[in-house]
T-cell receptor, first 111, second 114 residues
């Protein structure tokens, strides 16, 4: 089965940096995804990691360590619009390549 | 706009009734996924289809069923509805069931059971 853990809530100030951690325990691994979801809206794709290391995309970066079953999403220069839920998801080839999601981390950006 | 289209956007129905949610995947995508998201829960995987065939099943109730048609659109049928079935139902699609390709979500169908 899958076990994907991430903090429930985080709060940060506008312009600051926030790091959202995700740990996973799955039978297999074929990639880790980060999605952003505003309340009542569809999740939107942010990043994908399949190899160890850091992937940078503008203000957002994602890191993966497969040996540790660990990833983080780094949000820099926070803006009010970044207030949302951030979902960590893992694709498991031993489980029909299902994409399983963590419960999400709600980030609140304060002025 | 992800390119995944879901209808209806909102639906209110009574307990015991049956509803059908419809999804059109992105052009060229063969895989369709259904997820349920309740207010107090994260995204729960229900079922996946690839090119018309069921490929993976998650926590889908026996009262629920789905299918993918030859034109690749999919329908999720929810029957004998209960209050607890009220949720946001997302459809998502991708173009390869086994690769790391991203899955893209539709805007969701809000189901309220009263």
């Amino acid at each position: 089965g899958q076990n994907i853990d991430q903090p429930t809530e985080m709060t940060a100030t506008e312009g600051a940096i926030v790091q959202i951690n995700c740990t996973y325990q799955t039978s297999g691994f074929n990639g880790l995804f980060w999605y952003q979801q505003h309340a009542g809206e569809a999740p939107t794709f942010l990043s994908y990691n399949v190899l160890d290391g850091l992937e940078e995309k503008g203000r957002f970066s994602s890191f993966l360590s497969r040996s540790k079953g660990y990833s983080y999403l780094l949000l820099k220069e926070l803006q009010m619009k970044d207030s949302a839920s951030y979902l960590c998801a893992v694709r498991d080839p031993s489980n029909d390549y299902k994409l399983s999601f963590g419960a999400g981390t709600t980030v609140t950006v304060r002025a | 706009d992800s390119g995944v289209t879901q209808t209806p956007k909102h639906l209110i129905t009574a307990t015991g009734q049956r509803v059908t949610l419809r999804c059109s995947p992105r052009s060229g995508d063969l895989s369709v996924y259904w997820y349920q998201q309740s207010l107090d829960q994260g995204l729960q995987f229900l079922i996946q289809y690839y090119n018309g065939e069921e490929r993976a099943k998650g926590n889908i109730l026996e009262r629920f069923s789905a299918q993918q048609f030859p034109d690749l659109h999919s329908e999720l049928n929810l029957s004998s509805l209960e209050l607890g079935d009220s949720a946001l139902y997302f459809c998502a699609s991708s173009n390869d069931m086994s690769s790391g390709n991203t899955i893209y979500f539709g805007e969701g169908s809000w189901l309220t059971v009263v």
